[in-house]
């Protein structure tokens, strides 16, 4: 019966979510990587007014996508901006707005995460939600953040099936709560490291004495390499890794890192936040490959750090963490985006998609037995 249901959802275009309640994520599984603690959610929305919204497609045999947007606080966001900074590990990438974000240092509208055919026409749906806010209705330009991965593998990715409806209705279901992970939203029809990937996030909560802040992440994932887990080589136990002999590999993808602090920083230092995720996205097995389009976009949502679209003076005083006191930011960083990655793929299912290609999701009880042979994670 229950086979019957998700055939009958899958043709009507509602995705069918039974079989994400039997994943677990890492941690649950004894995959704990680093020395901080997370949050309430272990999800980018323990920073506070960070709320997030997912939009699914998962229809007929080729459909295999979806948006995933990120609003940094509930407010107008071009009325008040926040401050950010963005790395590039990988230039091969489609993401709009980011020359701006270095060159003005912030952000004026949602974050949204998509396929790399249609990140254009999401962009076109970000300027039309932030025009049709009534305090908007005089602005003449606006600069939509988007990022994308190319999930043209399991994907029909040329019909560009992710409509301006679909956006809005992510932004307007975003939820500062629990995150969906794995095959949702813009994670829906990636691979990541020889099986299945998709959004996955995570953060960490520093003592009262290292600042007491909140640092979050957010992940799509679409990148190969040599997974390994917690130092464990579990791509080559499995013998699923990129070169290995007579195995069929996708090395080319990308992968999108959103990091959201309530910390008061600076452009100059959320772009320092951002680069530091890259020593996780490296720890996991990924080294950026030449098709690879690897960007980390970090923000700050402290209240006194917001940038007003209509300044009444020419100087504004506000608060920044100084550089002395920002390793521990991060350290929550690399963790962050490390345990965000492997929740993207123990929360990932298996999944076919056009041309009956089928992506196997990670083999739990298999990687289980890996990691304690290599005595990596904790029971």
Not at 52 to 62: A, E
Not at 106 to 129: M, R, W
Not at 190 to 202: D, V
Not at 331 to 337: H, K
């Amino acid at each position: 019966m229950t086979k019957i249901i998700m055939v009958v959802l899958l043709l009507i275009g509602i995705p069918f979510h039974n079989s994400a309640q039997e994943r677990q994520r890492a941690r649950e599984l004894g995959i704990k990587p680093g020395i901080l603690t997370p949050g309430k959610y272990n999800a980018i929305t323990d920073v506070a007014g960070v709320s997030v919204g997912q939009k699914t497609l998962n229809i007929g045999d080729s459909i295999r996508t979806g948006v995933t947007v990120i609003l940094p606080h509930q407010g107008n966001l071009f009325r008040e901006k926040v401050p950010a900074g963005i790395f590039v590990g990988n230039g091969f990438g489609k993401s709009i707005g980011t020359t701006q974000i270095v060159e003005l240092g912030n952000i004026e509208s949602p974050i949204a995460l998509t396929n790399t055919l249609n990140a254009f026409l999401v962009a076109n749906s970000l300027i039309d939600y932030t025009l049709s806010i009534p305090e908007n209705s005089s602005i003449r330009s606006v600069n939509p953040i988007v990022g994308e991965t190319n999930d043209g593998w399991l994907n029909d990715i040329r019909g560009r099936h992710v409509t301006t409806s679909d956006v809005l209705e992510a932004i307007n279901t975003a939820s500062t709560k629990e995150v969906l992970e794995g095959n949702e939203g813009a994670g829906t029809g990636t691979n990541t490291l020889g099986f299945k990937g998709g959004i996955g996030t995570s953060s960490r909560v520093l003592p009262k004495e290292k600042g007491g802040y909140t640092v979050g992440v957010l992940v799509q994932t679409n990148f190969g390499g040599i997974l390994r887990i917690n130092g464990a080589p579990v791509g080559k136990e499995l013998n699923n890794y990129y070169m290995a002999n007579d195995v069929p590999y996708i090395v080319d993808g990308s992968c999108m890192i959103i990091i959201a602090t309530d910390a008061p920083l600076s452009s100059r230092n959320l772009e320092r936040l951002a680069r530091r995720s890259f020593l996780a996205f490296g720890a996991v097995g990924s080294f950026s490959s030449n098709g690879s389009g690897d960007y980390s976009i970090a923000f700050s949502t402290h209240k006194d750090t917001r940038i007003p679209h209509d300044a009444k003076t020419i100087e504004i005083n506000t608060p920044e963490v100084l550089n002395d006191f920002m390793s521990p930011l991060f350290l929550a960083a690399l963790e962050a985006t490390e345990e965000a990655i492997y929740n993207s793929m123990f929360m990932a299912e298996d999944i076919v998609g056009q041309k009956g290609r089928e992506m196997k999701a990670l083999p739990i009880k298999e990687t289980l037995k890996i990691l304690d042979k290599y005595k990596a994670r904790n029971k």
